[in-house]
């Protein structure tokens, strides 16, 4: 290696030029402009990590073989990708359809609960037979008049002729065939 | 990102991404695997940037996260312990290739350079871990004091205290060695 000028009184000048750089104050460069020596150290220690950075640098035939490596991979990956493509649309669309077909309904409110202006109160059974207990008594159908009077004679009547006459009422050919 | 615009940016800077993983990986097959990781998220990634960072800056930090999961890896304790081996796998190279690599410096000057540069990177080890990171961005990547503050999160005074401290370390080193 080169003898090294080590003269202390260059020692901060350096430190400075060296860590700032050639941005420091005019009057700092002017300093270095008037000192040989600092400008010698400056000019050593540079070329010592010029000579750093030149072993560090790779040799052409080893970043060609990084490079050939790292495009081999980019096409292997962007292979896969076009490769795995339609699976991964053919699955996402089989998925979709088991979510509609499966989940969804499931996951909606049960029709019975959805205000279709009154039509919910036929969804089911169960509403139908509520509305049957609920609305019956206060709109039953009055019973036929034969009813009425079959029933009502039934239990009112006295006798078997009150019978007979009653059912001769109802079924006025009933005597024609006995 | 398509394939000549990153041969373009490859052409540019692959010297500077192997020289930021090199200096700071021991082993060379190690550095050449993190050179391809890195390489791989950069081609990925480059479409994504607009320059919200400097290039530069944002390359390193890709650089120290391939770096940090390398030495996650158990595996590069066996590789730490070895020899610090400063071969660039030509070795392994059949002697023709060697041979055609016509941009290389002399046979000569190849050795000097390969010695006089292991022996540096052999001071900066005696660096502290901090003094050396600051170190090796100042004078083997070529950040300025601002490159490194945005890199690293640190702020200027922060960095400037560990430089001196470094500066003034390897010059003793240097002269030492010369001695």
Known sequence: MNNIPSSSSCEDQLLELLVEGRQGSSEFQERLASCPECRQQERHFLDKMDEARRFLTPSSLQMQRIRAKVWEEIERKEARRSRWQPAWASAALLGLFVLLTIAAPRMLPPLAQVDLGGASLYASTDSLEVMADQLLPETEAPEPSWEQALSGGILEAESMEQIDNLLEMVIPDRGERT | ?179
């Open chain 2, 1 to 179: 990102m398509d394939h000549t615009t990153f041969e373009r940016f490859l052409d540019r800077w692959q010297n500077d991404i192997y020289r930021m993983i090199r200096s700071r990986v021991n082993a060379p097959a190690d550095a050449e695997d993190i050179m391809q990781d890195v390489l791989l998220k950069l081609y990925r990634g480059l479409d994504s940037f607009r320059g919200e960072s400097q290039l530069k800056t944002w390359m390193y930090r890709l650089v120290r996260n391939a770096i940090a999961d390398y030495y996650r890896n158990p595996w590069w304790k066996f590789n730490w312990v070895k020899e610090r081996s400063f071969n660039d796998g030509s070795e392994s190279r059949p002697a023709w290739e060697q041979h055609v690599d016509e941009d290389q410096p002399s046979a000569l000057d190849a050795v000097l350079d390969k010695e006089q540069g292991e022996i540096i990177l052999n001071l900066m080890d005696r660096l502290t871990p901090a003094e050396k990171e600051y170190f090796t961005l100042r004078f083997l990547d070529g950040f300025s004091l601002q490159q490194m503050s945005d890199a690293t999160g640190h702020n200027l005074n922060t960095i400037k205290t560990h430089l001196y401290r470094a500066v003034k370390k390897m010059k003793t080193y240097l002269v030492e060695e010369s001695g």
